[in-house]
């Protein structure tokens, strides 16, 4: 694979994808930045919106394998990544996989199952393996996990830890779809559902091959300068109880390589780290209690930073 295969090759990835996800192609692109950053992703939306939708389909363009985890108060970590059961016949215990051994994995509603279970899915995300009975065992790749949670409805829910939002690399927010697009929907839907016309653009093996061309991205020392100084900025700033940790820095330069290569570019320029700065590290904040007060969140914070940290000036092709 070569760079010149990558944006013709993510076109047809979604141009399957948007034959399901109706008028929200800046949120798939984003969403494959985060997957060929070898990351994961967090969909803060209502219900509804799609978001099951979206990660079924990813799952079939890329032909990779799917699995959905309904997370939920008694839902076991064993119940995710696996458990030994006992073979009568043999006298000995058989490992059987848990749901999490998937190239997509949907965790649906992740914040209603209890902190243990949420932790469960830490090793899974940042090492891509699961360790069950003192064996470690790798995870297919690649492996992506969307999960979801409801962005008005808290009632009986569990917040995730910083740790825990600290392993996706973006957070998102689908939102409705607009009236036009809707009425889309609705025609496309008259005969049946057009996930079942989603078809394989690429495979996992040629995914995987696009995930290293990504990396040889060039990223010049003032644009990391960037990165660093706007990631101190969170660090820095009196609207904030918790700034940004190493990995967002890491997140934010992975995925405007990934970016940069979506809109044709061997190298990342400081538009790159613009656009893709709130949601890579938004969800890494904590707003202070008078912030929150002034009903100014994370996103605004960044915001706002972005105005204030100085943009390098990088000479053309560099």
Do not use: W
Not at 195 to 218: D, F, G, K, M
Not at 269 to 275: A, G, M, R
């Amino acid at each position: 694979m070569q760079l010149s295969d990558l944006q013709p090759t993510l076109q047809r990835v979604i141009d399957e994808i948007e034959k399901v996800i109706v008028g929200k192609r800046p949120v798939i692109e984003r969403v494959m930045v985060a997957l060929l950053s070898n990351g994961h992703l967090l969909v803060e939306d209502v219900p509804g919106t799609g978001k099951t939708m979206l990660a079924r389909s990813i799952a079939r363009a890329v032909e990779g394998t799917f699995r959905r985890i309904q997370f939920t108060p008694d839902l076991l970590p064993a119940d995710i990544t696996g458990t030994s059961i006992y073979n009568q016949k043999t006298q000995e215990f058989e490992y059987h996989p848990g749901p999490i051994f998937a190239n997509v994995v949907l965790a649906d509603e992740i914040n209603r199952a209890t902190p243990k279970t949420q932790s469960s899915l830490l090793e899974a995300m940042e090492e891509f393996q699961v360790t069950a009975d003192g064996v470690t065992r790798p995870l297919p790749r690649p492996f992506f996990v969307i999960a979801t949670q409801n962005s008005v409805e808290y009632q009986g829910t569990f917040p995730l830890p910083e740790s825990q939002l600290d392993r996706f690399v973006m957070r998102l927010s689908m939102g409705y779809p607009s009236p036009r697009d809707e009425a889309d929907i609705l025609l496309r839907q008259l005969g049946g559902h057009p996930i079942e016309s989603v078809q394989p653009a690429v495979s996992v093996e040629e995914l995987e091959a696009l995930r290293h061309v990504t990396r040889e991205i060039r990223v010049s020392a003032p644009v990391r300068e960037y990165i660093v100084d706007l990631v101190c900025a969170t660090r820095e700033s009196p609207h904030l109880v918790l700034g940004s940790s190493m990995r967002g820095s890491l997140d934010l330069l992975h995925t405007s390589q990934v970016l940069a290569a979506m809109r044709g570019r061997d190298h990342v320029i400081p538009d790159d780290i613009k656009e893709l700065a709130e949601p890579v590290l938004a969800h890494r904040l904590i707003t202070n209690p008078e912030t929150r007060m002034r009903r100014v969140d994370a996103s605004q914070v960044v915001r706002d930073l972005l105005r204030q940290v100085p943009i390098p000036i990088v000479a053309s092709g560099t």
